[in-house]
């Protein structure tokens, strides 16, 4: 089964080159890792071209203006751009283990998408990480919040399992999806800009068209740096988006994916290819 993972970024190459070096020493290998850019500076760029030199898989960058958090339309990118039948996102700053991708293919299922977890680092633990260009946080490691998320045991997480259609615990960082999911719900609905609520309102549609819902605990682990954030923010208008949603029983949304499919009828360029007819630096 092809395997496409969609890393979205913005602005910090340095947690970038930690997410990029987890992927690179992974079990199972994607068969390509798409890093979709939500208009970073140059430094991004330069450091995927240095890492595209000796990166093991397909490596391709999408770059789009930077006009705001414009998470959905970059998603939605990305998810245009894949070659992979199953397609595994994760965001620019989430450290997957090294059967991060091995476990997340064990348990695709059809009719479902898989909503994996994360241990959180606190700011002296992603400092530390960063720093030393660490990758594994072990379940002892200070300064970590939720570290039963460090333990992988295959056997409890396929009794954890069950398919469900609770939406409590919708996060974008770790998710799994057929790509033909994707395109029958349209994916991300880009009326929702700024931050959060782009991911419940996905699922929800997802809900609404009979998928459900498999939980990943104690496998498909990855570890998310410490960043401030807007999570608590006030009257986000992407709340009535999805209140909409809710109401009219929605499966597809207005303007999302299909917009984005012509441009990659044809691949995009593997960033390997570039990096070898360029000069080391």
């Known amino acids: 089964m092809r395997t496409s993972v969609i890393v979205i970024t913005y602005n910090w190459p340095r947690a ?10 992974q079990s199972t290998l994607p068969d390509e890792v798409i890093v979709t850019d939500d ?17 093991p898989t397909r490596l391709v960058h999408l770059w789009q203006p930077d006009d705001g958090a414009r998470m959905s339309r970059a998603r939605n990118r990305g998810i245009a751009a894949a070659r992979g039948k199953y397609v595994i996102f994760l965001d620019g700053d989430m450290l997957a283990q090294r059967d991060f991708i091995a476990d997340h293919l064990a348990f695709a299922q059809r009719g479902c998408f898989v909503q994996g ?15 030393q260009q660490q990758i594994d946080v072990g379940f002892f490691a200070p300064d970590i919040e939720r570290r039963r998320h460090t333990l992988r045991w295959p056997a409890l997480a396929r009794a954890w399992a069950r398919p469900h259609t609770r939406e409590a615990g919708i996060k974008s960082c770790n998710w799994g999806f057929w790509r033909d999911d994707l395109l029958a719900l349209n994916g991300f609905n880009e009326a929702m800009t700024g931050w959060g609520r782009e991911d419940n309102e ?6 609404h068209m009979g998928l459900q819902r498999r939980d990943l605990r104690f496998a498909g682990l990855a570890t998310h ?11 986000n ?5 999805l209140a909409a949603t809710r109401a009219s029983g929605a499966l597809r949304c207005a303007v999302g994916l299909d917009q984005h499919l012509a441009e990659f009828a044809a691949p995009a360029p593997d960033l390997r290819e570039q990096a070898s007819a360029a000069p080391a630096a």
Do not use: M, Q, Y
Not at 225 to 235: C, E, I, P
């Open 225 to 235: 740096l410490w960043h401030a954030t807007r999570k608590n923010v006030v009257d």
């Open 117 to 131: 977890s994360r241990v959180l680092t606190g700011e002296r633990c992603a400092s530390r990480l960063l720093a």
């Open 39 to 55: 208009g970073s500076r140059t430094d991004t760029r330069d450091l995927l071209i240095a890492t595209a030199r000796n990166f």
């Open 202 to 207: 996905l699922a929800l549609r997802a809900f």
């Open 237 to 241: 208008p992407n709340d009535a988006v």
């Open 16 to 25: 970038l080159d930690l997410v990029l070096r987890a992927l690179a020493r």
